[in-house]
């Protein structure tokens, strides 16, 4: 396996990786630390139907802020490895720190075109919001030396008028890396996620 070849790999997995290489993945915290202290996320009904009324905003956890600013350092962390005429490789494309905002975005507007994006539940009562929907991310972690799957589950937490978790949602995606890969496959893994829990909202949210 080439000195190339092998940074490439490398770069594929980044986001999968864990303290292995580049930065430490942060730790993980419940969906609702800072957002909500009457119950835990683990309460929340599963699937439930939902009514929402308009307008609705989105609130993002700790844990999706902390994986984004994960995956910024890791991508900082690997341009200074990486040489210059590798920057447009597909390898470096699929560890695009903004890819998740940027598709959690684009799904929530088909939904809800005109939907807001709020620092908390406080905020978007204030504003008059009539539905609430908390995105919370969890994730493993490829281990190159044990289990090689990465995994990412996208749960949206559905908070009526009075500010009251309803419903939960989730989207799972998950990829096992080979041992000789220059494709973690990051983004497609996302994509599966955001398919799923987009397929719940179009079915179960009114």
């Given at each position: 396996?080439?000195?190339?070849?092998?940074?490439?790999?490398?770069?594929?997995?980044t986001?999968?990786?864990?303290?292995?290489?580049?930065?430490?993945?942060?730790?993980?915290?419940?969906?609702?630390?800072?957002?909500?202290?009457?119950?835990?996320?683990?309460?929340?009904?599963v699937?439930?139907?939902?009514?929402?009324?308009?307008?609705?905003?989105?609130?993002?956890?700790?844990?999706?802020?902390?994986?984004?600013?994960?995956?910024?350092?890791?991508?900082?962390?690997?341009?200074?490895?990486?040489?210059?005429?590798?920057?447009?490789?597909?390898?470096?494309?699929?560890?695009?720190?903004?890819?998740?905002?940027?598709?959690?975005?684009?799904?929530?507007?088909?939904?809800?075109?005109?939907?807001?994006?709020?620092?908390?539940?406080?905020?978007?009562?204030?504003?008059?919001?009539?539905?609430?929907?908390?995105v919370?991310?969890?994730?493993?972690?490829?281990?190159?030396?044990?289990?090689?799957t990465y995994?990412?589950?996208i749960?949206?937490?559905?908070?009526?008028?009075?500010?009251?978790?309803?419903?939960?949602?989730?989207?799972?995606g998950?990829?096992?890396?080979?041992?000789?890969?220059?494709?973690?496959?990051v983004?497609?893994?996302?994509?599966?996620?955001?398919?799923?829990?987009?397929?719940?909202?179009?079915?179960?949210?009114?």
């Amino acid at each position: 396996m080439g000195v190339i070849t092998r940074i490439l790999a490398a770069l594929a997995a980044t986001l999968a990786l864990g303290a292995c290489n580049g930065p430490p993945p942060p730790a993980q915290v419940d969906a609702f630390t800072g957002i909500y202290n009457r119950s835990p996320s683990s309460a929340v009904p599963v699937d439930a139907p939902v009514t929402m009324g308009q307008p609705v905003a989105f609130v993002t956890t700790d844990n999706v802020e902390h994986h984004i600013g994960y995956n910024k350092d890791a991508w900082a962390y690997w341009n200074k490895m990486v040489p210059t005429s590798l920057e447009n490789t597909v390898a470096m494309a699929d560890t695009d720190p903004t890819y998740f905002s940027a598709k959690l975005i684009q799904m929530l507007r088909r939904h809800w075109p005109n939907i807001q994006n709020m620092h908390d539940l406080r905020e978007a009562k204030a504003a008059g919001m009539q539905g609430v929907i908390v995105v919370d991310l969890r994730w493993k972690y490829f281990e190159p030396y044990g289990d090689r799957t990465y995994k990412i589950d996208i749960d949206l937490y559905f908070f009526d008028a009075s500010m009251t978790p309803v419903s939960k949602m989730n989207g799972h995606g998950e990829y096992t890396l080979p041992m000789i890969t220059t494709d973690g496959r990051v983004q497609k893994t996302t994509d599966a996620a955001l398919a799923q829990v987009d397929a719940k909202i179009t079915t179960l949210v009114h």
